[in-house]
């Protein structure tokens, strides 16, 4: 039988923290990849213009 709650909102990906300073070449055309990361605190980012992902505080 399969669930018909609602989504756990703390795995929402609709990547709406966007905008986020990236740490290797300081731009701002980042995407929220994953709201969890290694640690409860850090969520998981992607930048567009050096395409790296990196790890930044929630």
Not at 7 to 30: H, K, L, M, Q, W
């Amino acid at each position: 039988m399969r669930r018909s709650d609602p989504p756990d909102p703390s795995v929402d990906t609709d990547r709406s923290a966007s905008g986020i300073r990236c740490p290797y070449c300081e731009g701002t055309n980042t995407n929220r990849e994953h709201p969890k990361g290694p640690s409860l605190c850090r969520s998981m980012h992607f930048c567009h213009d050096c395409e790296e992902p990196f790890e930044a505080l929630r």
